[in-house]
């Protein structure tokens, strides 16, 4: 009898000490669900790998820094192969897990066009930062996307301005032939409306060389551009179509340094394989380049690699694509802290909540430079009728070994975009037969 | 003209290169009767093979001259791809003789997956080089009768030479040795070859084998064109009009239905995509053959099959 009251005792106070242990943890089990759409494999993997380990890796770094504000990062990957269909369905799979989505990347201008209904009705927002479609930064027509620092408009954009200051002003490109070599696809499209609105400004001509996916036969191509002879060449390429582009460019003898990528092709997996080949490319940069020196990749070196927590290998840490996911990844979770601000430190935030946050973003250069990115990126600040934030570029140039930053910074033209935005954002709206939220509505 | 001319021999020396993978189609059919869809996989299997063996040959052995890295790596891909057809034919075709065509084509598509999963897992999913010192810049030929000379990209051109050597030595190890002559026989009936003592199971390794090889070359010749990633093992699928086009059991066909497709798709992306918006050219080799299966079913050198009712 003696022993069973013991026992039970025991057993009580194992209990009692358990649920002490376990009540901190319970306290702390806030955990915030990001799904990750990402592609590893296929033609476009050595692309979408460094970008998703950059993006995974700030998580685990925020969550290795106590988390936003004690609410711990959770996340899950799925795989689509830059495969539209694929993409959706990844979005469907993962949008209710661990009490749903707080908000989807999809790093796909075609997933994106697909998604931005269904993530409305969902009420998930959708950060495309650097992709997606230009016309979404009207966030009044747009409430759910946000293409944060740049459309491929304001890259588009940029490269006339810089090929214009180089030619000595805007009226020397009267006359000029200006070729947008681009991926045959929604994401390659993209700047043919800002290129042919700019060619009506100033006068050049834009030849249009649309290249099959994924890319690899582009004789045919710069044959037209051998016997065209265009002054510049714009590659909007991904994934294996950039390194083509290069080699045939090589090929056919044309000067690398007359051709300007966007900035998914401007990043090591796109000349590392040319090498010398290569030198004297251009690429916009999407406000970074490789930047292994910043503050944020030595924490990531030292706090999660350094702990063997590291997504991918430790030399791919600070290079260009990596480090657009490191950003995208921020992005991410400033727009959730910025909620928190307004809904509750340390609570976890739902869609239309983080909606509120992305939207409202103020990250200004101290904010900036406190996580990490001095010398990195530019301020970010956006509204209910911007959803870009910003649109600070720069132009850097393949060395035969690296990257090398070489221009100023520029901005797109708001006088250019902004009449392009509206109008097309506004035909989206009369197509869908949406009503654009007004600024009382956007204060909720 | 001179930007005909241009068109004309740029597609031609990509022809070339369609037929070298072409090729590798041609051979598994002709000795198995199997259109294989693991040819691209095989292509991007060995190129990955070459070049992670290049890069790793001089750390093994300390010595840093390119070329022995090459060759070794070169042996050493080669060993890969003799245990690839070896371990495929013990595993998958010993349990398929005599099985429906379908089947045999559908054991071809899981082992492409395989091999395309295997080969990034053992050598990894980046970019890789292979560097067998191909020139890159062109060369401008006939200067004195066209402005600005007729370009030549001294890469393709050296690539086609490489895979018109290896058609003719294909060629003749199928027309002249008793190898060659076993494997039509088993290509064209596998009970009545082994009804006669022609090794079945032997046969088809040294067929998977011999289309390793060819894997190989076009491996290391794509490789060293586009860097070697996973895109390697679409570049089959630029082939599949090829052996449409010059017939699945003739290896001159796909020679000859390569050199069509590579010019037919040029000129036709040059002068014809300008009026329909551009990107026409893998579309448009399909559609070439489609029009020449309807007046020769068989391709141009297939053979023509004639059933006894």
Redesign the interface.
């Known amino acids: 009898m003696k022993l069973r009251k013991l026992a039970l005792a025991a057993s009580l106070a194992t209990l009692g000490l358990s649920s002490l242990i376990t009540a901190p943890a319970y306290a702390q089990a806030k955990e915030q669900f990001f799904p990750v759409l990402v592609y590893?494999?296929?033609?476009y993997?050595?692309n979408g790998?460094p970008w998703a380990n950059g993006y995974i890796d700030y998580f685990k770094l925020v969550n290795a820094k106590g988390g936003m504000n004690g609410v711990k990062i959770i996340f899950e990957e799925c795989e689509f192969g830059y495969a539209t269909d694929r993409g959706v369905e990844c979005y469907e799979r993962l949008k209710g897990k661990h009490g749903g989505a707080t908000l989807v990347q999809p790093l796909s201008t075609g997933v994106t066009f697909a998604l931005t209904e269904k993530a409305a009705t969902d009420k998930i927002p959708l950060i495309t930062a650097g992709y997606g479609r230009s016309e979404s930064q009207n966030g009044a027509v747009f409430a759910w996307n946000f293409p944060l620092l740049g459309t491929y408009w304001v890259g588009a954009d940029v490269a006339i301005q810089h090929i214009a200051k180089k030619e000595g002003g805007f009226d020397k490109l009267k006359g000029k032939k200006i070729a947008l070599v681009y991926h045959?696809s929604p994401y390659g499209k993209e700047p043919i409306p800002l290129l042919q609105e700019r060619a009506k400004m100033h006068g050049f001509d834009v030849q249009?060389?649309?290249?099959?996916h994924?890319g690899?036969?582009q004789?045919?191509?710069w044959?037209?551009i051998?016997?065209n002879k265009p002054d510049y060449v714009l590659l909007w390429g991904w994934?294996?179509m950039n390194?083509?582009s290069l080699?045939e460019a090589?090929?056919?003898?044309y000067p690398r340094e007359k051709m300007y990528g966007i900035w998914w092709a401007g990043a090591e997996?796109d000349v590392?394989?040319?090498?010398a080949?290569a030198k004297g490319y251009n690429a916009l940069a999407l406000q970074h380049g490789a930047e292994p020196n910043s503050k944020v990749v030595k924490d990531i070196l030292a706090m999660v690699h350094g702990k063997s927590q590291g997504t991918g290998p430790k030399e791919e840490v600070g290079q260009v694509l990596y480090m657009r996911g490191v950003l995208s990844s921020m992005l991410a979770i400033e727009g959730v802290k910025k909620a928190q601000e307004r809904h509750g430190r340390g609570k976890i935030m739902s869609g239309e909540q983080v909606r509120w946050g992305l939207e409202n973003l103020d990250l200004d250069q101290k904010a900036l430079d406190g996580l990490g990115f001095a010398g990195v990126m530019r301020p970010v600040q956006t509204s209910c009728l911007d959803h870009m934030g910003s649109s600070w570029v720069r132009v850097h140039t393949w060395d035969g070994a690296k990257w090398n930053f070489s221009s100023d910074w520029y901005q797109a033209d708001e006088k250019v975009i902004r009449p392009m935005v509206m109008l097309a954002s506004g035909r989206y709206a009369e197509e869908k037969k949406l009503k654009p939220r007004t600024p009382e509505e956007c204060k909720q | 003209m001179a930007f005909f001319l241009e068109t004309l021999i740029g597609g031609l020396m990509a022809g070339m290169l369609y037929s070298l993978v072409a090729i590798g189609f041609v051979l598994i059919f002709k000795a198995s009767g199997v259109f294989n869809f693991a040819q691209g996989a095989m292509v991007l299997f060995a190129a990955l093979a070459m070049a992670r063996f290049s890069e790793w040959v001089p750390g093994w052995t300390g010595v840093s001259s390119p070329l022995f890295a090459n060759s070794v790596a070169f042996v050493l891909a080669g060993i890969m791809m003799f245990v690839v057809a070896w371990l495929i034919e013990r595993l998958v075709l010993r349990h398929l003789v005599n099985q429906e065509g379908a089947t045999l084509l559908m054991a071809t598509l899981g082992i492409a997956y395989l091999l395309e999963g295997i080969g990034q897992g053992i050598f990894g999913n980046d970019i890789y080089k292979i560097d067998v010192g191909m020139p890159k810049e062109p060369v401008f030929v006939l200067q004195n009768v066209f402005e600005g000379g007729i370009l030549i990209n001294k890469e393709d051109f050296i690539a086609a030479l490489i895979a018109a050597l290896l058609v003719g030595a294909l060629t003749l190890f199928f027309q002249k040795t008793a190898t060659g002559r076993a494997l039509r026989a088993v290509a064209d009936d596998h009970q009545a070859a082994q009804s006669i003592g022609i090794p079945l199971n032997r046969i088809w390794v040294i067929v998977w084998c011999v289309a390793g090889v060819t894997a190989l070359v076009a491996g290391i010749i794509w490789g060293s064109k586009l860097g070697v990633q996973f895109s390697l093992a679409t570049v089959a699928m630029r082939a599949l009009p090829v052996v449409i086009l010059g017939g699945l059991t003739s290896v001159p066909g796909a020679i000859v239905g390569g050199l069509i497709i590579g010019v037919g798709e040029k000129l036709s992306e040059v002068f014809l995509g300008p009026y329909v918006g551009g990107g026409i050219e893998i579309w448009f080799a399909y559609m070439l053959a489609l029009v020449f299966l309807m007046f020769r079913p068989q391709g141009l050198f297939g053979e023509k099959i004639i059933d006894r009712v």
């Open positions: 590893r494999t296929g033609a993997g050595p790998t045959d249009l060389l649309p290249v099959a994924p690899v036969e004789k045919a191509t044959l037209q051998r016997q994934g294996v390194s083509t080699k090589q090929a056919t003898g997996p590392k394989d040319v090498g080949g």
